[in-house]
T-cell receptor
Framework: DTAVSQTPKYLVTQMGNDKSIKCEQN?????MYWYKQDSKKFLKIMFS???????INETVPNRFSPKSPDKAHLNLHINSLELGDSAVYFC?????????????????FGEGSRLTVL | KNQVEQSPQSLIILEGKNCTLQ??????????LRWYKQDTGRGPVSLTI?????NTKSNGRYTATLDADTKQSSLHITASQLSDSASYIC???????????FGAGTQVVVTP
């Protein structure tokens, strides 16, 4: 069983379109994330939800809207796609970690969704 | 400037040899340091997680060290195998929940 699964794995679309990426985790974790990995391979946090509540919302254009119907799902909807949105988007989940403690919130990533905007 | 710098950017080693990857960080306050392995076209997978009180942690042939005073970490790969070819990413956590700073990774290629 895949712990964190996201669909689709590949997405090719035209500028201006709206698209969604779905993510599901079966680990029973409370926290889920969306990360963006650009061409330079840096992973950057976009959003984080804990028990369906938004807790991290980095400087991301309003065209990106996350939705968490329940704590096992976190979807990402993108409106009016632009060329610069082309990247690999990773979903991840974790249990919250205590700073300095042994429970440090290990992240489990999905396989990624490669978005190409033409 | 990125707060997590990794070196070298890329590395080619012969199968069976050892190698060491470096990670220097300026992230403060510091909570933990993680090393992830990312195979091409896959998501990152955790190798080790260390808090400030831990100096070393092993996971099979992978051994990570941490010097919180100098803000340096290393990942040592022993007796490399072809399957070790991947990008290795250093990640530093802060006490702020969910706030992680990622390095750009070191691309390791193991050749027969």
């Amino acid at each position: 069983d895949t712990a964190v699964s996201q669909t689709p794995k590949y997405l090719v679309t035209q500028m201006g379109n709206d698209k969604s990426i779905k993510c599901e985790q079966n680990l029973g974790h409370d926290t889920m994330y969306w990360y963006k990995q650009d061409s330079k391979k840096f992973l950057k946090i976009m959003f984080s939800y804990n028990n369906k509540e938004l807790i991290i919302n980095e400087t991301v254009p309003n065209r990106f809207s996350p939705k968490s119907p329940d704590k096992a799902h976190l979807n990402l909807h993108i409106n009016s796609l632009e060329l610069g949105d082309s990247a690999v988007y990773f979903c991840a989940s974790s249990q919250p970690g205590l700073a300095g403690g042994k429970n440090t919130g290990e992240l489990f990533f999905g396989e990624g969704s490669r978005l190409t905007v033409l | 400037k990125n707060q997590v710098e990794q070196s070298p950017q890329s590395l080619i080693i012969l199968e069976g040899k050892n190698c060491t990857l470096q990670c220097n960080y300026t992230v403060s306050p510091f909570s933990n340091l993680r090393w992830y392995k990312q195979d091409t076209g896959r998501g990152p997978v955790s190798l080790t997680i260390m808090t400030f009180s831990e100096n070393t942690k092993s996971n099979g042939r992978y051994t990570a060290t941490l010097d919180a005073d100098t803000k340096q970490s290393s990942l040592h790969i022993t007796a490399s195998q072809l399957s070790d070819s991947a990008s290795y990413i250093c990640v530093v956590g802060t006490p702020s929940w969910g706030k992680l700073q990622f390095g750009a990774g070191t691309q390791v290629v193991v050749t027969p």
